[in-house]
């Protein structure tokens, strides 16, 4: 499986945006970007996908760099409630890889 | 249902016995995945299940470990002679087939004592 390399953790404020970045660097043509997130004491949470074109839903917005080597998932104002660890994952496309490999992800604490 | 439904949501068994978790998937959803979270951990991939084909072991520990599925319905995750480093939240997701999200149940906490 292509790896995803993201930061261990991230701090943000309540009703500020966050930029959650990824690094895909050998990520191949047909692979999709993805993104769940961990809640304590909950299992994860899907929240968005993307292949090429940023994409945007009720959740988050995903950003992908032209070259598609980087991601960045935004929060566009983060609640308390998302306080979690965000994890960046590659699926390869056609169905071939249904193996979502969830690596370290990033804690993302939210203040008050 | 609306969502991927686990049972029971807490277990505690004596080392030694056999334990058997069940997974009900969205209905519609052909695949299915069971996953382990040990305390403080990432996600271990167990199994997968997809229609009628032959479902991936690759991630089962050891041969203690079981899965079957009926169909594109009911899974069951079955673990004999427990022991106490198979301690962990056990996770099921299903998804349509194709390039979508998983949908996670909020699993099954086992503690073997």
């Known amino acids: 499986d292509a790896k995803t390399t993201q930061p261990n953790s991230m701090e943000s404020n309540e009703e500020e945006p966050v930029h959650l970045p990824c690094n895909h660097s050998t990520i191949s043509g047909t692979d999709y970007i993805h993104w769940y997130r961990q809640l304590p004491s909950q299992g994860p949470e899907y929240v968005i996908h993307?292949?090429?074109s940023n994409v945007n839903n009720r959740m988050a917005s995903l950003a992908i760099a032209e070259d598609r080597k980087s991601s960045t998932l935004i929060l566009h104002r983060a609640t308390l409630r998302d306080a979690a660890v965000y994890y960046c994952?590659?699926?390869?496309?056609?169905?071939?890889?249904?193996?979502?490999?969830f690596g370290k992800g990033t804690l993302l604490t939210v203040n008050p | 249902g609306a969502g991927v439904s686990q049972s029971p949501s807490n277990k505690v068994t004596e080392k030694g016995k056999d334990v058997e978790l069940r997974c009900d998937p969205i209905s519609g959803h052909t695949a299915l995945y069971w996953y382990r979270q040990r305390l403080g951990q990432g996600l271990e991939f167990l199994i997968y299940f997809q229609g009628n084909s032959a479902p991936d072991k690759s991630g089962l520990p050891s041969d203690r470990f079981s899965a079957e599925r009926t169909g594109e319905s009911v899974s069951t995750l079955t673990i004999q002679r427990t022991q106490q480093e198979d301690s962990a939240v056990y996770l099921c997701?299903?998804?349509?087939?194709?390039?979508?999200?998983?949908?996670f149940g909020s699993g099954t906490r086992l503690t073997v004592v």
């Open positions: 993307g292949l090429t």
């Open positions: 997701a299903s998804s349509r087939w194709g390039v979508y999200g998983y949908t």
């Open positions: 994952i590659l699926r390869a496309g056609g169905g071939s890889n249904y193996k979502l490999t």
